[in-house]
């Protein structure tokens, strides 16, 4: 593949473990005069930090997640993004674009234009395995795109999901180098930076390395992230207009939880009450107008386990249309945030000189009942099943609100990512892996609205992005010896006569959670042995290669290998190499739940008032625990205190240990169902020690003590697996932020006494 220039900058720069790398400055040889006196001395200011070429662009990667190629109306879909298609009708579509079929692997190849494996990030770092593609150690010494365009003059902001930290190196106590402030950027604001997804309504948010406290007005995240980016741009063009700028825009939205303000919802009522079979004619019909897809493209059929619309009950039909109608909110809810951002570069002046570069999803569409917290899993029964969408039905008007955390059936996922067949988490087909790529950059691009259909991978991006900036790739950075960018740049397609120019990424591997796949020259090979998909599924596991041509084929309809074993072994040849050469072995099916948490075998945990919230992949795992304890040790004034003493959690599960009238109290809630216990005496005043001990494996038993005084025990009859906290939960010593875990308050419901500390013992 062909590789970028690169520019040799020594450094001299000192690598101290834990701390953020700075922009390197050495100190240049003076060439002025000294004299003794003023008047013998010629001043001399050599410059020290690097400068951007002149005319240097801006650059904006917006990086939208978990979304289907048929979702847009910037690609044939139905959700009204408008912003998006401004984009797109004044820029480049890139139809053939990839990406690994997860976020922080997609994440990872794009931040630093080399295969996910290569930089450590075969999966998630919170599954961690002690080998060099899984890791989930970023490299040093292959730099990321704000390490590189910091190192070319730029200014440097993250904003939203970075989701490329391990989860025990994101507590207070640090290293903090692998934060995105010690990876290049100058500022962050987003989610803690191992979290893959959050509360829109009451994100946990970090301003560089310090917890931000919740938005008083109570605004969704991607409004907040719009904010923020739209501020800093203000803030750097007020200090330097001449300074280019970098923007990593990546909101998170729209990854599960499904929430968006009501009147975006409202807006697409009544829009997909024909159902999911009608919506992917439709999107297909669409795409072959507009020539996103080649002519004579069909749909695929339908994925397993998808029912036809038609056999849906009506109570079924009407609360996946809903769904639908939040999910279609959100994504243009996002949209209208992304067009702020625009509109607000364009105000400076400086959008004819800003490189846009907008992937529509860092993965295909999710499929439901997969993954923790999903609506519906596949393998509840049929008697089951009805209940369970009556009680979801009653609980309507709440779907996409703060006590609301939804999600959409596999007809909507499989609909959306129209017309391919599968989702996320399948390397293996096009659906989890193919997503709309748009490049926008009015100085350059002169085919407005043009069409490439050359094969791109998430990896080219950032080679794309430095060539067409007029920036290099340093051969050092931060005293780190850089490794080649493994990514192909797209510049060669941007100029009209280069519609049709021969692909330069003619091979690339894919592997996720053993699943494994090869493209080559316009033939794609996958071999798609996967537990995380396919045994989940209840589908039998295939044996054997499978082959398809792309670009006759573009949705893996006609498998070809039976009728090509050459070329399947020609493939399966190629991908052992590229295997070997990236990290990819070995491969990983079965993960054995290898996390890494700053808590890992500790069975006691202190907490304090004045500490912040932890997020739970930080703390304690509550609904792993058989048994434990909570002792919260206080002062109570003369005129009574209340409030929460330790929560973990919110609205939709968790559990909360609270004093309010006087009692104490203890709320477990499990999915949605509450149970409360609550003592009948009141709390004395002076130094009091509030205990609850909670024991037993499935059902539990809650026990509350006042000064070693039992004053109340209660069973609690509802199976632990039931209670399934989401993977942004906090835990919290002396309040509840976000939506409250139990509804005898509002958050976050501070206590008002004196709480020393919080102790939790686990047995």
Avoid: C
């Amino acid at each position: 593949m062909k590789q970028i220039n690169t520019l040799g900058l020594l450094s001299s720069t000192l690598l101290l473990s834990g701390t953020a790398m700075a922009q390197h400055s050495p100190t240049p040889a003076f060439d002025g005069k000294i004299g003794k006196t003023l008047a013998d001395t010629r001043e001399a200011f050599p410059a020290r930090n690097p400068q951007a070429p002149e005319g240097a662009p801006n650059v904006v990667w917006i990086l939208i997640d978990d979304i289907g190629y048929g979702a847009t109306t910037a690609f044939g879909g139905l959700i009204e993004t408008p912003n998006f298609e401004r984009l797109a009708n004044n820029g480049l579509r890139y139809t053939n674009f990839h990406s690994t079929a997860f976020s922080a692997p997609t994440r990872a190849a794009l931040l630093t234009g080399r295969n996910s494996h290569s930089v450590h990030f075969g999966f998630f770092s919170e599954h961690s395995f002690g080998a060099p593609g899984y890791d989930g150690y970023l490299p040093f010494e292959k730099a990321t795109i704000a390490e590189i365009l910091r190192e070319n003059g730029y200014n440097t902001f993250a904003i939203g999901k970075y989701h490329l930290t391990r989860p025990d190196e994101t507590s207070q106590a640090g290293p903090f180098n692998r934060w995105p402030t010690g990876r290049g950027f100058d500022h962050y604001f987003g989610y803690i930076p191992n979290s893959g997804m959050d509360d829109s309504w009451h994100s946990t948010l970090y301003r560089d390395t310090q917890r931000e406290p919740e938005d008083p007005q109570g605004r969704i995240s991607t409004e907040l992230f719009a904010n923020e980016a739209i501020r800093y741009i203000a803030d750097q063009k007020t200090a330097a207009p001449d300074k280019p700028f970098f923007l990593y825009f990546a909101p998170g939205a729209v990854h599960y939880p499904h929430q968006a303000s009501k009147e975006w919802i409202d807006k697409y009522r009544g829009q997909f009450d024909s159902g999911w079979d009608k919506y992917r004619e439709t999107v297909l019909q669409r795409q072959l107008e507009q020539g996103i897809v080649p002519a004579g493209t069909k749909l695929a059929p339908q994925n397993p386990g998808v029912k036809p619309w038609d056999e849906l009950t009506a109570n079924e039909k009407k609360l996946f249309t809903r769904q639908m109608e939040l999910y279609a909110g959100f994504v243009s809810q996002t949209d209208y945030e992304v067009g702020r951002l625009i509109d607000f570069i364009e105000q400076t002046g400086q959008l004819d000189n800003t490189l846009i570069v907008l992937s529509i999803g860092d993965n295909g569409a999710e499929g439901s009942g997969r993954e923790l917290g999903r609506f519906l899993p596949r393998d509840v029964k049929e008697d089951a099943k009805a209940q369970i969408v009556d009680d979801e039905l009653k609980k309507l008007d709440l779907l996409g609100t703060e006590y609301s955390f939804a999600h959409y059936p596999d007809g909507w996922a499989a609909a959306t990512n129209t017309p391919f067949r599968f989702y996320k988490g399948y390397p293996n087909y096009e659906g989890g892996t193919q997503n709309p790529l748009i490049v926008f950059y009015p100085k350059k691009i002169k085919d407005k609205g043009g069409i490439r259909r050359q094969y791109s991978f998430v990896s080219d991006i950032l080679p794309t992005t430095v060539e067409l900036a007029g920036a290099r790739v340093p051969t050092v950075i931060n005293g780190y010896p850089q490794e080649p960018v493994e990514g192909v740049s797209l510049a060669y397609t941007i100029e009209p006569e280069s519609k049709n120019a021969p692909e330069r990424h003619t091979v690339q591997y894919y592997e996720m959670t053993g699943a494994y796949a090869i493209y080559h020259d316009g033939w794609k090979a996958s071999f798609p042995h996967d537990s995380y998909g396919y045994r989940l599924r209840g589908e039998p596991e295939p044996a054997e290669w499978h082959l398809y041509h792309l670009r006759e084929d573009i949705n893996e309809i006609t498998d070809l290998a039976v009728q090509y074993p050459e070329k399947v072994k020609e493939l399966a040849e190629l991908f052992e190499a590229e295997a070997w050469k990236y990290n990819v072995y070995p491969l990983k099916d079965q993960w054995k739940n290898a996390r890494r948490f700053v808590f890992d075998g500790r069975k006691q945990l202190v907490f304090y008032l004045e500490s912040r919230s932890y997020a739970e992949a930080l703390g304690f795992q509550f609904v792993n625990a058989p048994s434990y304890t909570i002792t919260a040790e206080t002062e109570i004034p003369a005129s009574g205190a209340e409030g929460v003493l330790l929560s973990f959690g919110n609205a939709s599960s968790g559990i909360s240990f609270y004093v309010k009238n006087k009692k104490l109290a203890f709320a477990y809630n499990a999915a949605g169902k509450q149970t409360e216990v609550r003592s009948d005496r009141n709390i004395p005043q002076g130094k009091v020690v509030f205990k609850a001990e909670v024991e037993g494996e499935k059902n539990k038993t809650v026990t509350l003590f006042i000064n070693d005084e039992k004053v109340v025990a209660r069973d609690i009859e509802t199976p632990l697996a039931i209670m399934t906290p989401l993977p942004w939960t906090v835990i919290q010593a002396g309040r509840n932020f976000g939506s409250p875990v139990s509804t005898a308050y509002k958050s976050p419901f501070t206590f008002t006494g004196n709480l020393r500390k919080v102790t939790v013992d686990t047995r």
